[in-house]
């Protein structure tokens, strides 16, 4: 399980902090996703980069601020959050974001997330 | 808009047994495509099986196969033979076909259903 990896695994911080989630993938992909899953929610689709550029961004408050410096590394900021904001964000890359008839380039493969709580 | 139902939040099935997991969608598209995800618990999301819309034939890999209804709007999973490491959180997935570059991407998930599978 190395092809998508994300650091930290756990975080927690206060109101006032500001702090990055880091995403890498080892897979030569071109596409990169940020989702929220929140208990008993469907996981909400954030941000999506394809070859660096954002394609998405899915009415994200501004306190969420994606940075997609190269295609392996996508990274989440984070300023000034509210406990609602506690959540699992789990970071997401693809070949391609389509289209890809039957050949599967869109299937997205996931990380195992940061466990993130606001106090 | 896409909406992905999983009516099952729970389930559990004795190991070696076998067991469905339900998933209805609603679209008007007719170009699509469905996919099973598993979450472990503490570990990464992985993708267990995709089907495509146009395909009348169900897709299956190893113990884990569909049964595709399309005019029902039906996917549902069945695993045999279950394991104790199929014990995780399964997600159904959608995801539109767009027939124009770079928009294939917009993955909708249901709330998940958590196996347990039982010695």
């Known amino acids: 399980e190395t092809g998508v990896t994300q650091t930290p695994r756990h975080l927690v911080m206060g109101m006032t902090n500001k702090k990055s989630l880091k995403c890498e993938q080892h897979?030569?992909?071109?596409?990169m996703y940020w989702y929220k899953q929140s208990a008993k929610k469907p996981l909400e689709l954030m941000f999506v980069y394809s070859l660096e550029e954002r394609v998405e961004n899915n009415s994200v408050p501004s306190r969420f601020s994606p940075e997609c410096p190269n295609s392996s590394h996508l990274f989440l900021h984070l300023h000034t959050l509210q406990p609602e904001d506690s959540a699992l964000y789990l970071c997401?890359?693809?070949?391609?974001?389509?289209?890809?008839?039957?050949?599967?380039?869109?299937?997205?493969?996931f990380g195992p997330g940061t466990r993130l709580t606001v106090l | 808009a896409q909406t992905v139902t999983q009516s099952q939040p729970e389930m559990s099935v004795q190991e070696a047994e076998t067991v469905t997991l339900s998933c209805t969608y609603d679209?008007?598209?007719?170009?699509?495509?469905l996919f099973w995800y598993k979450q472990p618990p503490s570990r990464q999301m992985i993708l267990v099986i995709r089907q495509e819309a146009y395909k009348q034939q169900n897709a299956t890999e190893n113990r884990f196969s569909v049964n595709f209804q399309k005019a029902a709007k039906s996917f549902s999973l069945k695993i045999s033979d279950s394991q104790l490491g199929d014990t995780a959180m399964y997600f159904c997935a959608f995801m539109k076909h767009e027939s124009w570059e770079g928009s294939n991407y917009k993955l909708t998930f249901g709330k998940g259903t958590l196996l347990t599978v039982n010695p």
């Open positions: 997401a890359s693809s070949r391609t974001i389509g289209p890809s008839g039957s050949t599967g380039t869109d299937t997205q493969y």
């Open positions: 679209t008007s598209e007719s170009n699509y495509y």
């Open positions: 897979l030569g992909h071109n596409a």
